[in-house]
């Protein structure tokens, strides 16, 4: 017969095993980075910044949004014409869903019940119903030329698109997916970022140098104003502090910080290689940038306004995303 004190101690091995193996072997989630022109996504510890894997996708992946559910991460392939489910923790394949018509960018609303997306090659924009499991094609509405990005405001009933080509920006009723107004911008919008409860929209101008302001809290958009950023201006992402946005100017090579309450840039920051898509650290004090031009996942420590280190990826790298960001 074993003594107590054996016992006692096989079962207090057992409990610390308990108790440590699952923090030993959680690890942070990894970064991804979706590779457009090689049709896959790169996979990154952000521990040790070495890309674990790269996993195949439909063609011409350019950016990717969190399911509702935060079960899935879903890569939009816009020439694959397809949609792929990612585990957001592991990176696993869940599943793909075909016959999603050009899904260059892709949204929800806010509340989860549509599901939008913007058709850069064949212009157009398809509302889907979303079930929680699949999106159910709703509404396709021809629009301008090579819509680009959406934003949808914070009670669900607007999506605001930008038209590449035709250099415009439509506002389209959800309720009843018919475009409400469209009003002409700099050229070539690309990104929609809203502040001020949704009554005002930043677009991008990847063919100019900076960020319009439109007020759209009447019937009618109003354009108020410019900021001056930088050459290319393109992408953006709130800083997570609930007082400023990033955009991303490919063109300048730099990254601007927007104070949304003055609309002042109030720092800027050199990131090499044609920076493009963005995510914030859970903390707010590092950017992952997408370099589009160079192959690489740019990290910038805000702090000392530095790149300090660049991750290979593959070709044309686009869209960027964590589970473990700011909070937008």
């Given at each position: 017969m074993r003594s107590n004190s054996f016992l006692t101690g096989r079962l207090a091995a057992f409990l610390f095993a308990c108790a440590v193996l699952p923090s030993q072997a959680a690890e942070p989630p990894p970064i991804f980075v979706l590779n457009s022109l090689d049709a896959t996504v790169s996979v990154i510890d952000p521990g040790n910044w070495a890309e674990k894997q790269r996993i195949p996708t439909g063609k011409e992946p350019h950016h990717l949004y969190l399911a509702p559910d935060q079960s899935s991460l879903i890569v939009a392939n816009s020439a694959g014409d397809s949609l792929t489910f990612l585990n957001p923790r592991t990176a696993e394949v869940q599943r793909v869903v075909y016959g999603i018509i050009d899904p260059y960018h892709l949204r929800f609303s806010p509340d989860m019940k549509w599901f939008v997306t913007a058709a850069n090659r064949l212009n157009h924009v398809d509302i889907y119903r979303w079930d929680g499991k699949e999106p159910k094609l709703v509404k396709r509405i021809p629009t301008g030329k090579t819509p680009s990005h959406i934003w949808i405001d914070g009670k669900s009933t607007t999506a605001y698109v930008t038209m590449q080509d035709s250099d415009e920006l439509i506002a389209v009723d959800l309720a009843?997916?018919?475009?409400?107004?469209?009003?002409?911008?700099?050229?070539?919008?690309?990104?929609?970022?809203?502040?001020?409860?949704?009554?005002?929209?930043?677009?991008?101008?990847?063919?100019?140098?900076?960020?319009?302001?439109?007020?759209?809290?009447?019937?009618?958009?109003?354009?108020?104003?410019?900021?001056?950023?930088?050459?290319?201006?393109?992408?953006?992402?709130?800083?997570?502090?609930?007082?400023?946005?990033?955009?991303?100017?490919?063109?300048?090579?730099?990254?601007?910080?927007?104070?949304?309450?003055?609309?002042?840039?109030?720092?800027?920051?050199?990131?090499?290689?044609?920076?493009?898509?963005?995510?914030?650290?859970?903390?707010?004090?590092?950017?992952?940038?997408?370099?589009?031009?160079?192959?690489?996942?740019?990290?910038?420590?805000?702090?000392?306004?530095?790149?300090?280190?660049?991750?290979n990826v593959g070709r044309s790298p686009h869209g960027v995303w964590t589970l473990d960001h700011a909070k937008i």
């Open positions: 009843t997916q018919t475009i409400r107004w469209r009003t002409p911008t700099g050229p070539m919008p690309a990104d929609i970022f809203g502040i001020h409860d949704g009554k005002t929209l930043l677009v991008g101008l990847t063919g100019s140098d900076g960020v319009q302001v439109f007020d759209v809290a009447g019937a009618q958009p109003k354009l108020v104003g410019k900021l001056l950023t930088g050459k290319g201006a393109h992408a953006f992402r709130s800083a997570g502090d609930g007082r400023s946005v990033f955009v991303s100017n490919r063109v300048a090579n730099t990254i601007s910080r927007i104070d949304i309450q003055t609309l002042t840039v109030t720092d800027t920051y050199p990131v090499p290689g044609g920076p493009d898509c963005m995510d914030v650290s859970a903390d707010g004090k590092t950017l992952f940038v997408t370099s589009r031009w160079a192959k690489k996942l740019s990290v910038v420590d805000l702090a000392s306004r530095k790149v300090v280190r660049q991750v």
